[in-house]
């Protein structure tokens, strides 16, 4: 085996390897069976829930100046005898609810 090809090939592998990994770490985001599982868990606290929704596509959302993609659903509870609707934001790389409000 001659040394140049052996060194090309290392060099090949570890740039494969390199775009490879970041590849990966770019296109991971956060489920949104997992983003609503975490909601349904923090609501449960205030009372049983009635139905909870998620969309399952990702839409751009901007809160200036910032810009993000985030998957939007909802929750119906019940809250002192009372049915109450709540609508959620959460971005979908990290799972982090950025906004929730009342229907």
């Avoid at 040394?3 to 090949?12: D, L, R, S």
């Amino acid at each position: 085996m001659n040394w140049k090809t052996f060194v090309t090939g290392i060099a090949v592998g570890a740039a494969a390897g390199y775009a490879m990994n970041e590849a990966v770490h770019r296109a991971v985001t956060a489920s949104p069976e997992s983003v609503l599982a975490k909601v349904k868990k923090a609501f449960k606290e205030n009372g049983p829930i009635d139905g909870s929704w998620i969309q399952m596509t990702e839409e751009d959302y901007e809160k200036y100046p910032f810009k993000s993609k985030v998957y939007r659903g909802g929750i119906s509870l019940t809250e002192d005898g009372e049915k109450k609707q709540y609508e959620f934001i959460a971005d979908t790389k990290t799972g982090i609810v950025l906004d929730v409000y009342p229907i």
